[in-house]
């Protein structure tokens, strides 16, 4: 691969990357400061309502191509980072994409398991006890995405330094 191709393919994975890190950063900021703050002031039953809608929602096609597609793009980074002209953004693509791990870890650990957990608790109209199903998982995801907001943002922080360091 010529020197411009390879320079040319190191930026525009680095680039779509960052941008796949700085959506999901984003979208675990916007839940820990706006969604489930407002979420904290309606009743039982409306929060499990809620948050059962958002939890199918977000099941897409957009939300996935991101969450997962972007680790192609940040793999392909780091392969193409290994030469000699790309080292000095490595140790940061590197450390992007282990953050950008543990937040995927936690999510498929903690958070989604209390989704589901929420989705099988019964139909809507018939919840015997929704004030034990919203304390049995809103204080654990509340904290657990607060860990994602950060994660995923030092990811994104990690490959803005990277693009920086590349230019």
Do not use: K
Not at 13 to 30: E, I, K, N, P, S
């Amino acid at each position: 691969m010529g020197e411009t191709l390879m320079g040319a393919a190191r930026e525009l994975t680095l680039g779509l990357a960052t941008l796949g890190f700085g959506l999901m950063a984003g979208l675990f900021y916007t839940f820990a400061v706006a969604v489930m703050p407002a979420l904290r002031g309606v009743d039982d039953r409306a929060f499990v309502d809620v948050m059962r809608r958002i939890n199918r929602a977000i099941l897409n096609r957009w939300f996935l191509s991101v969450y997962v597609g972007v680790l192609l793009p940040v793999v392909a980074a780091a392969a193409l980072h290994v030469p000699a002209g790309g080292r000095a953004v490595l140790p940061w693509v590197l450390a992007g994409l282990l953050l950008y791990l543990v937040m995927f870890v936690i999510t498929g650990g903690v958070n989604v398991p209390l989704n589901n957990r929420l989705d099988a608790a019964g139909d809507q109209a018939a919840l015997t006890d929704p004030v034990a199903v919203r304390r049995s998982f809103e204080a654990t995801w509340v904290r657990w995405n607060v860990v994602r907001a950060l994660t995923s943002t030092g990811a994104f922080a990690c490959l803005v330094v990277a693009l920086l360091v590349s230019a």
